[in-house]
């Protein structure tokens, strides 16, 4: 541990985990399309012929200009945004911005991906997002001038206005927590992430989304490049490279969710990294106009970031660079790193890359991107390559410091530290943000189900949506073969909301839960439906009932325990020999079982430890209702007396039972005037079940002579398995 790392120990932060991502980028609808992109090196900027610009509207003479750049980073689908999950119209949804429909998106995947259901979740969630300038309104809304005149103009501001991109989220999403738009142009994403680590510390909240979105629409478009600018003169994006000319307009979206790390631990989150500190800070006019970049705000930023998290910066194996390949800024924001890691002699031992080389600047949501790319490699434990870079800039002097730009795949080395990563993103108007990552801590696995089958509900708001859902879901369990059923049916059970087209599937392995997911069937359903639990009576005991459960699921189990424990001392035996029995013993404890002293507890516990496992599943009875012994579960449950005074109930009610004169019950199937006609001083009715389903009590000689009588008549009937005519005078 060196110097800095021991002065920190005492005062350091809780690490921040970051417990799902969810991002829409060029060439990239999800967190796990963006690494295999990274991976493989790709670059996902589209270039343009000029048919697509001509077709979509681009002027002619622009698109002949000569420094017009037919390229741009785009994303797919932003106009299939789903109003109707998020319960707006279709009218309210196109006077919306682009930018705050494809957060909403992507905060709800977030939140499923972090299973964080908002209307179970105990806690408070914050939101901290930003997004950009809406040119969607310039181009689309208010030169339509007709809308000026009418009562959609006040929707169209409501829909428009930077500072409903965090509220409309926490309305939408039922999120409680503290809920602030940031807006500091390219670095507010990264500014957002900082400033929602804040909240956590604070503990104004107890998980928080944050992040940022960019739309450039229309997107089919390209750009004019201008000397000495900032976008790139041939639409490829060159950091650090000699022939670097400059950056790529791009859309992007990107989200990432927040919490402690003993709250995400103890909620048995994924943790795919952790954040050790970091930093927000402005240039103020230390530099040479409003848009260029500092060194010394960059390097005071980094430094910072680095003594918040109380590591040392030779313990830093990459940085995720703001390298937007300008002139001016590479060379800047090296000379600053330089800086702040002046105290790290090893030379070039820490590798650097910038992700606008594959997917270019997504400005609000480029800070984000970065971090999510960074997260990816610190979880895969490889850092992908920083593309078009071949050749040092001239004006950068890598072999004097501890940097070197990494330009193909490689794995992540172990080193005597965690493997650690800054992520920088630095705004036009001089707001610098820089954050400092670790690997997650190892967290053990969970452990193996002991159920055989595995139920996964899946819901959504029309059949379309969920057969989509249902097939998204069973190719990642095609890619994921490793991944644990039960992990994936618990998430998916306890993470998402119910909406009302819904599609059960209960399988025991990952081809079973393939196929079932692929078949083509859906329930729709109303509101939910009040529940009654019903206990029944003496009669239905069975060696063994229960016996899957009690091995299976650890709630009905310790019911039992319980229950059985406490009637120890009551019985004078162990209630769990006669349910469970040894192999070899059947018959005995079906003998106990027989006795009414022993079978109406054993029912009892039975029925008691289904309840409450029941309920342990949010499964919560509206009204209970019970027959015979069934009733004193029933109380029992319902609060009229409690556990220990029922057992004792039942037990002494059972032994008092026991040592009345034997009898038996017949179920006949006729109705309550049949039966009056054959009831005397030995039988009586017992139960009138249903109109034609009624049950008989006497002496075992009588029922047995009305059971021959009955037979005879080809009335149907059934003794029952009970040692006394129960429910008789």
């Given amino acids: 541990m060196t110097m800095i790392e021991q002065a920190a120990t005492d005062a350091e932060l809780e690490p921040i985990a970051i417990v799902a991502m969810a991002c829409r980028f060029p060439g990239a609808n999800d967190s796990d ?7 493989n090196g790709d670059e996902a900027i589209r270039f343009f012929s000029d048919e697509e610009l001509l077709a979509a509207g681009v002027d002619s003479e622009r698109v002949k200009h000569p420094d017009y750049v037919k390229a741009k980073g785009v994303i797919d689908g932003i106009e299939d945004f789903d109003a109707y999950l998020f319960g707006y119209t279709p009218k309210e949804a196109e006077l919306m911005d682009p930018q705050q429909r494809a957060l909403l998106e992507c905060a709800w995947q977030l939140l499923e991906q972090a299973a964080l259901n908002p209307d179970r979740y105990e806690g408070s969630c914050a939101v901290y997002v930003g997004v950009g300038m809406n040119i969607y309104l310039l181009n689309n809304l208010l030169a339509n001038f007709r809308l000026r005149e009418s009562s959609d103009f006040y929707q169209m501001l409501i829909g428009s206005d930077k500072d409903f991109a965090a509220t409309r989220l926490s309305y939408k999403l039922n999120l409680k927590g503290p809920s602030i738009a940031v807006n500091t142009a390219c670095s507010t994403s990264l500014v957002a992430v900082h400033t929602a680590c804040q909240s956590l510390w604070d503990f104004q909240c107890d998980a928080a ?28 994006c060159r950091p650090f490279d000699a ?53 010394n705000g960059q390097a005071a930023v980094i430094a910072e970031a ?80 920083s593309l078009h870079y071949f050749e040092p800039n001239p004006a950068i002097d890598f072999a004097t410091g501890p940097f070197y730009v990494n330009s193909r795949l490689q794995p992540w080395p172990k080193t005597t530290s965690p493997r650690r990563a800054g992520v920088s993103s630095f705004g ?156 070899g ?19 009892f516990v039975i029925e008691y430890a ?78 009138v079940n249903a109109e034609d389903q009624c049950v008989i009590s006497g002496s075992l000689v009588a029922i047995n002579a009305l059971q021959k009588r009955l037979n005879a008549s080809g009335i149907g009937c059934k003794p029952l398995a009970v040692s006394h005519a129960f429910h008789s005078p």
């Fill in 33 to 39: 399309a963006f690494w295999r992109m990274l991976q």
């Fill in 428 to 583: 036009i108007g001089g707001t610098n943000a820089h954050v400092i990552l670790e690997e997650a801590p190892a967290i053990s696995p969970s452990g193996v189900s002991l159920r055989s089958l595995q139920l996964i509900p899946l819901s959504a708001k029309s059949p379309e949506v969920l057969q989509a859902l249902s097939s998204k879901l069973a190719m990642h369990l095609r890619d994921n073969s490793t991944q644990a059923l039960a992990d994936v049916a618990y998430s998916i059970a306890v993470g998402r909301r119910e909406l009302p087209v819904r599609k059960i599937v209960v399988a025991g392995n990952h081809d079973e839960a393939i196929r079932l997911l692929n078949d083509a069937y859906y329930q729709q359903t109303a509101d939910a439906p009040a529940i009654v639990f019903m206990f029944p009576g003496q009669g239905t005991r069975l060696i063994g009932m229960g016996v899957e459960l009690y091995r299976s699921e650890p709630v009905f189990e310790e019911q039992v325990d319980r229950c059985c424990d406490l009637l120890l001392p009551l019985l004078g035996m162990d209630l769990r020999r006669v349910l469970f029995p040894i192999t």
């Fill in 306 to 385: 680095l003594a918040v998290a109380g590591v040392a910066p030779g313990s830093i194996d990459y940085i995720e660079a703001h390298g937007t390949a300008t002139p001016l800024g590479d060379p800047i924001e090296i000379a600053a790193l330089k800086l702040a890691y002046a105290d790290d002699g090893e030379k070039q031992h820490c590798a650097l890359g910038s992700v606008k080389s594959n997917i270019g600047h997504t400005d609000t949501a480029a800070g984000v991107a970065g971090l999510i790319k960074t997260v990816l490699a610190l979880y895969h434990r490889q850092i992908p390559p």
């Fill in 610 to 687: 289904l309840a409450q496992l029941l309920m342990s599943w949010n499964i919560k009875p509206s009204a209970m209702i019970g027959h015979s012994l069934g009733e004193y579960v029933a109380a029992c449950i319902a609060g009229v007396f409690s556990l220990q005074d029922a057992l004792l109930l039942v037990s002494e009610r059972a032994r008092l039972m026991q040592q009345a004169e034997s009898g038996a019950m017949l179920a006949v199937m006729a109705s309550e005037a049949s039966c009056q006609a054959w009831l005397g001083d030995s039988l009586a009715l017992a139960a």
């Fill in 585 to 603: 013993h059947e018959a005995a404890a079906e003998a106990e079982l027989a006795k009414t002293q022993v079978a109406q507890p054993a029912l």
């Fill in 209 to 236: 989304v944050a992040g940022g979105a960019t739309l450039l629409v229309p997107q089919l478009s390209g750009y004019l490049y201008q000397q000495g600018g900032i976008p790139s003169p041939d639409g490829h």
């Fill in 243 to 295: 022939k670097a000319g400059g950056t790529v307009p791009s859309s992007g979206v990107g989200l990432v969710l927040l919490k402690r790390l003993s709250d995400a631990l103890n909620d048995k989150d994924t943790i795919y990294a952790v954040i050790k500190g970091s930093a927000v800070n402005n240039d103020g006019s230390d530099k040479i106009g409003f848009t260029a970049p500092s060194v």
